[in-house]
């Protein structure tokens, strides 16, 4: 989860390098990347709440 979260912090600062050169391939491919992170981030952190909202709710035993 921090090496996305790393990631998705430094991608627009290579990207916009990488725009500023013309580098159009490049600067798509990072686009792409820098989606994937905050999207494996946002989908780490989703089950992560699942997951503890799911074992706050069980019922317990008397």
């Known amino acids: 989860m921090e090496n996305l979260q790393f990631a ?3 991608l627009p600062q290579i990207r916009h390098q990488a725009n500023s050169v013309g580098e159009e391939l490049l600067t798509y491919l990072i686009d792409m990347a820098y989606l994937e ?3 494996r981030a946002r989908s780490i952190q989703r089950d992560n709440n699942e997951t ?3 074992s706050s709710q069980r019922i317990r035993p008397d």
Do not use: D, H, P
């Open 52 to 54: 503890e909202f799911s």
């Open 37 to 39: 992170a905050l999207e």
């Open 8 to 10: 998705a912090s430094v």
